[in-house]
């Protein structure tokens, strides 16, 4: 399938861009960035003839896609082109006046997957704060939310709660491409960033990532396919919990499970529940690294029937719910690391409510019918934002 999209990267080297022209550029980049050709965007920056690629920054999973979740990294040089790599997932998760210190405009380009907990978002908008702070100019590259743009799901973040997995007040799931959420949050949290966004062509809002014809890169680890982009925004719930997420498998968030699991039951109730465009099948899995490694684990896969009625962050608030429900006694939530410090699946949910209340059937209602009007509430906020 040839692309009928063409992202901003595919645009970038026929403009003449005025954050461009003449200036000393840094990317932020990962394998996502690529063009419908197959260059890199590394590749595309380094050819401009109007301008001086002088650095790259890394966030999570680094520059070359090489590293699991949660691992952090130092500085480093780019081998090919001998310049610095500096990390934006160790010592600092944002850039720092030196980082900058050789650049007037920063470009970033990554695939996201629309969802609020997906680190690249947060790199995103640290990014953007610290142009603004060190007088630096921001140009992103945009590509398509690979769920379409049309539907956003989940509840806003609670302030308090902000962190890596969560860095705005937002919900779960956006509807947003990067380039608009960078222009909305330059606008409401008043950052003040010179900012200008490379739009998409050819793209529609209700546009999956497969109709695009863009090639799929691999954006972490664990998300190989749009299968497991797509359930993502609610199996990654798991990571809070002591269930696997599906690290070590071979279905990494379509499917979660334990040792003690009663995944033949918990199909049964998933499916009885009625949610719209998913089926949920029982299936053995032993993973092979993370959380119950080379264990024996029953647990479910969840098919998703019906990509445009699939509802991921409410299919996955059901299934923690009925897990929960059918395993009282051997069901836990991850304790915080430290004294202090915050409960995992706190960051992930944007506050207290799910861990202090979705055993309930009242607490599963309350937190899904707050969690729909919030949605509503943003998807007419983020109108004045939306670029297509």
Request: negative net charge; glycine residues 10%.
């Amino acid at each position: 399938m040839s692309a009928v999209v063409r992202s901003g990267v595919d645009r970038l080297h026929a403009m003449k861009h005025p954050l461009l022209t003449g200036r000393r550029i840094g990317l932020v980049t990962n394998p996502t960035g690529i063009t419908a050709d197959f260059r890199t965007t590394v590749e595309v920056c380094a050819s401009l003839q109007d301008s001086q690629l002088t650095a790259l920054y890394a966030c999570e999973h680094g520059l070359y896609g090489q590293r699991q979740a949660g691992v952090l990294f130092e500085d480093e040089t780019d081998p090919e082109l001998g310049i610095p790599v500096y990390s934006l997932y160790g010592k600092h998760k944002r850039p720092t006046a030196e980082m900058l210190q050789n650049v007037d405009t920063v470009l970033f380009d990554i695939q996201d997957l629309g969802i609020r907990f997906y680190t690249y978002l947060s790199t995103l908008l640290y990014t953007l704060e610290a142009c603004a702070e060190h007088g630096k100019s921001l140009l992103v590259l945009d590509r398509p939310n690979p769920l379409g743009g049309s539907i956003a799901e989940g509840g806003m973040l609670r302030p308090g709660y902000e962190s890596m997995v969560g860095a705005w007040q937002m919900p779960i799931r956006s509807g947003m491409t990067l380039g608009e959420l960078a222009l909305m949050v330059n606008d409401v949290k008043g950052v003040r960033c010179d900012i200008d966004v490379i739009r998409l062509e050819g793209w529609d809002r209700k546009m999956e990532y497969t109709d695009t014809g863009l090639p799929w890169m691999v954006p972490s680890p664990n998300i190989p396919t749009i299968d497991s982009a797509r359930v993502y925004g609610g199996t990654c719930f798991f990571e809070g919990t002591n269930l696997s997420e599906g690290r070590g498998t071979t279905r990494p968030f379509e499917w979660i499970g334990a040792p003690w699991l009663h995944g033949v039951e918990l199909a049964r109730r998933m499916n009885a529940s009625g949610l719209p465009g998913v089926h949920a099948h029982p299936v053995y899995a032993t993973p092979a690294f993370s959380k119950h490694q080379g264990e024996l684990c029953s647990g479910v896969r969840l098919f998703v029937t019906d990509r445009e009625q699939f509802q991921p962050v409410h299919t996955g608030l059901r299934l923690l719910h009925e897990v929960i429900s059918l395993h009282p006694d051997s069901f836990e939530w991850l304790t915080p690391p430290k004294e202090g410090s915050r409960y995992f699946i706190d960051l992930l949910t944007g506050g207290t409510d799910v861990r202090m209340t979705l055993a309930g059937s009242e607490g599963l209602r309350s937190i899904t019918r707050n969690w729909r009007e919030e949605a509503e509430a943003w998807e007419n906020q983020r109108k004045p934002y939306l670029l297509y």
